[in-house]
């Protein structure tokens, strides 16, 4: 069965500090995709981003990028140069290729002080 | 991008009385999911819809929990009777094909007594 692990439970940086979350996942599948998921106080899930497991081109999206290493199952999440406005909870989460089931990491509490 | 609404956005009840959740996505989207999601934890699957079937049911508590989909499109989430451990954010969510992405609801936040 498919897991996700996020070892870091909660971490506090401040502004303007690059900080990485870490995302350690779980398959026996070939085929499979990868999310992150932000969380703000508000309670709502939005989505960051996608990766499927054939392609581990790391991706950046302006203060945002990812780095997905398949040799060490690891899907970990930069931002650089935080803002008091990235402070949220950030899921990680795995769906195998034929399952359709989203499994979520337990979120890493990110505080951005300023 | 995929829109769901779900309604009450908070709801308090004494335990041992029903309560309901629903969850109107804008239709479309054949493949529907109810999550739960504990304090301090990530959401955790209850049931997946393929348009009015439920395929994957294996952790809903079905002793107290029943979901329905009717049409396929809009859906209801109840428990009866609720418990103390009930309490919890439960999270809506559709499969967008076209983007493969999860787009969630806000959710409803469930405060038992």
């Known amino acids: 069965a498919q897991k996700v692990t996020q070892a870091q439970t909660e971490i506090s940086v401040v502004e303007k500090e690059d900080v990485t979350l870490d995302c350690v996942y779980e398959?026996?599948?070939?085929?499979?995709?990868l999310f992150w998921y932000k969380q703000p106080p508000s309670g709502e899930l939005v989505f960051l981003i996608r990766r499927n497991s054939f392609d581990e081109q790391n991706e950046i999206s302006g203060r945002y990028s990812w780095n997905f290493q398949k040799s060490t199952s690891s899907f970990n999440f930069t931002i650089t140069a935080s803002q008091v406005v990235d402070s949220a909870v950030y899921f990680c989460a795995l769906i195998e290729g034929g399952s359709e089931k989203l499994v979520f990491g337990k979120g890493t509490k990110l505080t951005v002080n300023p | 991008e995929a829109g769901v609404v779900q309604s009450p956005r908070y709801k308090i009840i004494e335990k041992k009385q029903p309560v309901a959740f629903w969850c109107n996505p804008i239709s479309g989207h054949n493949t529907l999911y109810w999550y739960r999601q504990n304090l301090g934890q990530g959401p955790e699957l209850l049931i997946r819809?393929?348009?009015?079937?439920?395929?994957?049911d294996s952790q809903l508590p079905k002793d107290r929990f029943s979901a329905e989909r009717l049409k396929g499109v809009d859906s209801t989430l109840k428990i009866q009777p609720a418990e103390l451990g009930d309490s919890a954010v439960y999270l809506c969510?559709?499969?967008?094909?076209?983007?493969?992405?999860?787009?969630f609801g806000s959710g409803t936040q469930l405060s038992v007594l």
């Open positions: 398959t026996r599948d070939t085929t499979y995709y």
């Open positions: 969510a559709i499969l967008d094909r076209v983007s493969e992405k999860l787009f």
């Open positions: 819809y393929e348009n009015e079937e439920a395929v994957d």
